[in-house]
Nanobody, 130 residues
Framework: VQLQASGGGLVHNGGSLKLSCTTS????????ISWFRQAPGKEREGVSC????????KYADSVKGRFTASRVNGQNVVHLEANGLKPEDTAVYFC????????????????????????WGQGTLVTVSS
């Protein structure tokens, strides 16, 4: 089982990035794939969730209207399009996979509960300059 996050980089305030989570070794459609991020000195937090079970999505309030998650089922990839980036979006971004979150749907209150995620990828660094 493997999740590979990519697409991070350095952008200016207001810029855009497209992150990708490429997966292999498991049935992609059974899982919810979520993005989490961890800023320096802060706890890791949920950013977006998209379920392979029912297609439901969820976003953190801080990114709603700016970030969009999408699944490419034939390629087993989840993208996170991040627009209108702000310095406070600077963090290491991780993708993770969960069967229980997929079953409950990403609209579940527990969608960002990290203990429910069985598989994690390495992070990709997003830096937004002011």
């Amino acid at each position: 089982v493997q999740l590979q996050a990519s697409g991070g980089g350095l952008v200016h305030n207001g810029g855009s990035l497209k992150l990708s989570c490429t997966t292999s070794g498991f049935n992609f459609n059974y899982y919810a794939i979520s993005w989490f991020r961890q800023a320096p000195g802060k706890e890791r937090e949920g950013v977006s969730c998209i379920s392979g079970h029912d297609g439901s999505t969820k976003y953190a309030d801080s990114v709603k209207g700016r970030f969009t998650a999408s699944r490419v089922n034939g390629q087993n990839v989840v993208h996170l399009e991040a627009n209108g980036l702000k310095p406070e979006d600077t963090a290491v971004y991780f993708c993770a996979a969960s069967i229980p979150v997929a079953a409950a749907g990403c609209t579940s209150p527990n969608a960002f509960l990290q203990v429910l995620y069985e598989e994690w990828g390495q992070g990709t660094l997003v830096t937004v300059s002011s």
